[in-house]
């Protein structure tokens, strides 16, 4: 028993913030944010926008021309919900217009969400053998501070749907490491100020450190002959290029964090869509995410 990876859909933020604006609004040299992080710009949600209404965009788009009769479960990621409950996956369920039968879980995880998903889903998928929604969205720019110079540049806003259809001979999850770091909740976090509202800081040296350090060393023990392509959550070039230079080079690491930024819970399925044949032509596939928690998981995804 497995799954196929049917259909990945996206969706981003409205307001395309250029690197040259930003740089304006700090007093930085232009070019400084491209030279450093490596992004050139950002998706930004407009005043009306939300992640629920991104997440919506995003399941219309992936309901057109599929069969929802056997789907069994909808798992959303995210960790900037406009409201606290239900979960964002109870709100697409109730757009697909589907059976009342359907699991809905909701995971409050960040750039490692969209991995632990999968890890839950093929479970479920296998079991009960059903069908699949992985939802993610997130409204990072709405919760950071303009004058916070350290994060500002880096994060987009996005929302992405991905169908996994259950197979009687399809994909599995051949090996995983999933890990967390005890006491490392400040260096990245959402947290209530003296005005009850939401903010996001980020401690960006520490993080850097626990990808090389912790994230790296995992990476390369599920490294194998056949593994072709790894689709990387894209932090952006600080992170990506410190891990990729340990790679062999004849494995491919799709990119696109540079024209994106980090879309947090939905960088790996953007840039899964982007390389959507490498699905299907590669033997065996590894998905990395890592970030808040401080948390990490790899999967090896092969037939």
């Known amino acids: 028993m497995g799954f196929s990876i049917e259909r990945i859909e996206c969706v981003l933020a409205s307001i395309v913030e250029e690197n ?15 030279k450093k992080i490596g992004i050139k710009k950002r998706y930004l949600s407009n005043d009306t926008e939300t992640t629920e209404g991104l997440a919506i965009k995003s399941i219309n788009k992936l309901k057109t021309n ?13 960790n900037t919900p406009t409201n606290l409950f239900p979960s964002l996956s109870h709100l697409v369920a109730s757009e697909l217009n589907s059976n009342n039968n359907i699991h809905c879980l909701g995971l409050n995880s960040g750039c490692s969400g969209y991995v632990d998903a999968l890890i839950l889903a093929e479970k479920y998928i296998n079991y009960e053998k059903c069908d699949a929604i992985i939802i993610t969205s ?13 994060i500002r540049p880096l994060f987009s806003d ?16 051949k090996k995983k490491i999933t890990s967390f770091e005890n006491n490392t909740s400040d260096f990245l976090k959402g947290q209530l100020n003296k005005n009850k509202k939401y903010e996001i800081h980020m401690n960006g040296p520490k993080v850097l450190l626990y990808a090389i350090n912790k994230v790296l ?11 072709e392509t ?7 070039s600080i992170v990506t290029n410190s891990i990729i230079k340990y790679i062999n080079k004849n494995i491919n690491v799709p990119l696109n964090y540079p024209e994106l930024g980090n879309l947090v819970s939905s960088s790996i399925p953007f840039v899964m869509k982007e390389n959507f044949n490498l699905l299907n032509t590669n033997n065996q596939i590894l998905i990395s995410g890592f970030g808040v928690g401080l948390s990490q998981a790899h999967i090896i995804i092969g037939n």
Do not use: C
């Open 217 to 227: 060393p995992n990476i390369k023990k599920l490294l194998n002959k056949r593994i």
């Open 138 to 150: 997130d409204t990072y720019s709405k919760y950071i501070r303009n004058d916070d110079y350290s």
């Open 158 to 173: 996005g929302s992405t749907a991905t169908h996994l259809k259950y197979m009687k001979k399809g994909k599995k999850i």
């Open 66 to 78: 599929i069969n929802l009769d056997n789907l069994g479960l909808v798992i959303s990621v995210t």
């Open 20 to 34: 040259y604006v930003l740089e304006k609004d700090m007093k930085w040299d232009e070019g400084k944010i491209e």
């Open 230 to 236: 790894i689709f990387l959550h894209q932090a952006g």
